[in-house]
């Protein structure tokens, strides 16, 4: 599967991942968008390591999640979550992303998860790092070019 812009991460849906069903619990899709944001961060030295001074970035809050189900994952085993941000302002963050199947034919779900980064002393909203700006500017999706 090949993107234009933002990253595409390999998660594991497990059998506990699954509801009576054996489909992928709806519950379960944003767990598993962290779980493919979470190394691309850490990979870029911005990870949680018991310290929040070593990582302020890391500090923040979910302010909105949004998921469409477009076809459900029934079965354990690998899958594509494509990540790419929309918008990074001072303090809050917008991500899109699309569930696929691994080979990228399959769009199995899309959404957005809008985060603000807090300050741990206040829970206000506090900007972000330059560190974090450096990586989130690699997930920038590139505004469209005038026709």
């Known amino acids: ?39 691309y961060w850490a990979e870029r030295g911005v990870a949680f390591s018991g310290d929040l001074r070593s990582a302020p970035d ?37 991500y899109a992303f699309e569930f696929r199947s691994v080979d990228g034919k399959v769009l199995h779900a899309d959404g957005t998860r809008s985060i603000v980064r807090l300050d741990p ?6 900007a972000w790092t330059e560190a974090g700006r450096a990586v989130a500017e690699t997930l920038l999706r590139p505004a469209p070019q005038p026709a």
């Open 121 to 126: 002393a206040t829970l206000r909203p506090t």
């Open 58 to 94: 890391v500090f923040h809050a979910v302010r909105e999640f949004t998921i469409t189900y477009r076809a459900p994952i029934t079965g354990v085993g690998p899958l594509a979550v494509h990540f790419w941000l929309e918008h990074f302002g001072t303090s809050s963050a917008r």
């Open 1 to 39: 599967m090949s993107q234009q812009f933002g990253h595409v991460e390999h998660v594991t849906v497990h059998f506990d991942d699954l509801d009576a069903m054996g489909i992928l619990h709806n519950a379960r899709y944003a767990v598993l968008l962290e779980r493919a944001l979470t190394p």
